[in-house]
């Protein structure tokens, strides 16, 4: 397989952003990453997709109820090619309206934290959990992240010049759930993104463009395996990229903290082989393999508590035991020991 580095949540002046598509797409380009795609809010821009820059550009859209107050259940919508926002109303709907068109809706910062600065820093969490049948969660959203730091006025100016200062991982909340929703015997695939808007922050005579396209695209991203490397074949291409983001097999990584291109989570049973979002029936015991591109604290976690772990570059472990396994990779970047990659499940039956 072959992997590619993906962004999937930013928005432009179609609802809230402050760049233009082909202009994200060479902020992106500069970043290294190989496709994005553009969620505005409610609106789903047709005719856009295609390579700019030398990078995938796709769009779905970000849909929530503008009625519904305070605001909650932000859905990220892609490859539905249709307007989805007229079923906001109905999460339900919403969600089973996406999978008759073949498209894939994900829960978008589903826990969230205000800050006390401004109304326009409110938490926009995900409330209604009854609902089915989503592809998956947004398990780590850099501007939900950052957002939840400040917490006062000279926070926000100091984070605003030195961002990475507040980036550790996702919350812990948000990763409890989504453990909790795979122990219900569901699929539920992981993704991280930026949620950029290229936001311009206001402090007295401080004004400055907080957390940009191109600063952005160099911090948390989805890491895809595709079966071939893109082409100039846009509609192969495409298909490829959501093939694998309905499968899960993907992993988010903190690309900031250090490169995580090149990590690998495997597992084998006899001649069965299996990679992230993808079910393994053992044939005795299985081995996993975890290789990083660098030093890391490895944890392998099984049903959601850590199985095994290592500090290294690789962990290689025997078992016999069925279940849901994961990876959570940290390191020390800036002082702190913050979170850097995480894997989607291998499932062992």
Same mark, same amino acid.
């Given at each position: 397989?072959?992997?590619?580095?993906?962004?999937?949540?930013?928005?432009?002046?179609?609802?809230?952003?402050?760049?233009?598509?082909?202009?994200?797409?060479?902020?992106?380009?500069?970043?290294?990453?190989?496709?994005?795609?553009?969620?505005?809010?409610?609106?789903?821009?047709?005719?856009?997709?295609?390579?700019?820059? &030398?990078?995938?550009?796709?769009?779905?859209?970000?849909?929530?109820?503008?009625?519904?107050?305070?605001?909650?259940?932000?859905?990220?919508?892609?490859? /539905?090619?249709?307007?989805?926002?007229?079923?906001?109303?109905?999460?339900?709907?919403?969600?089973?309206?996406?999978?008759?068109?073949?498209?894939?809706?994900?829960?978008?910062?589903?826990? !969230?934290?205000?800050?006390?600065?401004?109304?326009? =820093?409110?938490?926009?969490?995900?409330?209604? @959990?009854?609902?089915?049948?989503?592809?998956?969660?947004?398990? @780590?959203?850099?501007?939900?992240?950052?957002?939840?730091?400040? @917490?006062?006025?000279? /926070? /926000?100016?100091?984070?605003?010049?030195?961002?990475?200062?507040?980036?550790?991982?996702?919350?812990?909340?948000?990763?409890?759930? @989504?453990?909790?929703?795979?122990?219900?015997?569901?699929?539920?695939?992981?993704?991280?993104?930026?949620?950029?808007?290229? /936001?311009?922050?206001?402090?007295?005579?401080?004004?400055?463009?907080?957390?940009? *396209?191109? *600063?952005?695209? &160099?911090?948390?991203?989805?890491?895809?395996?595709?079966?071939?490397?893109?082409?100039?074949?846009?509609?192969?291409?495409?298909?490829?990229?959501?093939?694998?983001?309905?499968?899960?097999?993907?992993?988010?990584?903190?690309? %900031?903290?250090?490169?995580?291109?090149?990590?690998?989570?495997?597992?084998?049973? &006899?001649?069965?082989?299996?990679?992230?979002? !993808?079910?393994?029936? %053992?044939?005795?015991?299985?081995?996993?393999?975890?290789?990083?591109?660098?030093?890391?604290?490895?944890?392998?976690?099984?049903? &959601?508590?850590?199985?095994?772990?290592?500090?290294?570059?690789?962990?290689?472990?025997?078992?016999?035991?069925?279940?849901?396994?994961?990876?959570?990779?940290?390191?020390?970047?800036?002082?702190?020991?913050?979170?850097?990659?995480?894997?989607?499940?291998? =499932?062992?039956?």
């Amino acid at each position: 397989m072959v992997e590619i580095v993906a962004n999937l949540h930013m928005h432009t002046p179609y609802s809230d952003g402050a760049k233009f598509h082909r202009e994200i797409a060479a902020d992106a380009a500069r970043a290294g990453l190989d496709a994005i795609i553009v969620t505005d809010h409610n609106v789903w821009v047709n005719g856009i997709d295609g390579y700019h820059s &030398g990078v995938l550009v796709l769009t779905g859209e970000e849909v929530h109820d503008v009625r519904r107050l305070p605001q909650c259940n932000h859905c990220l919508i892609y490859n /539905a090619g249709d307007e989805m926002s007229v079923f906001a109303g109905n999460p339900q709907m919403l969600i089973d309206e996406t999978n008759k068109r073949g498209g894939l809706a994900f829960f978008a910062h589903p826990f !969230e934290r205000a800050s006390p600065l401004s109304d326009d =820093y409110m938490a926009i969490p995900w409330q209604d @959990w009854q609902v089915r049948n989503n592809a998956g969660i947004e398990i @780590w959203n850099t501007m939900t992240e950052f957002k939840a730091r400040l @917490w006062s006025w000279p /926070a /926000a100016a100091l984070y605003a010049f030195l961002p990475s200062l507040v980036i550790f991982g996702p919350f812990a909340q948000t990763l409890k759930k @989504w453990d909790a929703l795979l122990a219900e015997g569901r699929r539920v695939v992981a993704i991280g993104n930026s949620d950029a808007h290229g /936001a311009v922050f206001h402090l007295g005579p401080i004004r400055r463009t907080v957390l940009p *396209y191109e *600063y952005l695209f &160099g911090c948390v991203n989805t890491h895809l395996l595709i079966d071939r490397p893109l082409s100039s074949d846009v509609t192969r291409d495409k298909a490829m990229i959501f093939d694998a983001l309905r499968n899960g097999r993907c992993f988010v990584g903190y690309d %900031r903290a250090g490169d995580t291109r090149g990590f690998s989570f495997n597992a084998k049973s &006899g001649a069965v082989r299996a990679t992230m979002g !993808e079910e393994l029936r %053992r044939a005795g015991a299985v081995t996993f393999s975890i290789q990083l591109p660098a030093r890391g604290r490895i944890r392998l976690l099984r049903n &959601g508590e850590t199985f095994a772990a290592a500090n290294g570059k690789a962990l290689e472990l025997t078992t016999v035991e069925p279940g849901v396994y994961r990876v959570e990779v940290k390191r020390v970047f800036r002082g702190w020991l913050r979170g850097w990659i995480y894997s989607n499940p291998i =499932y062992v039956r």
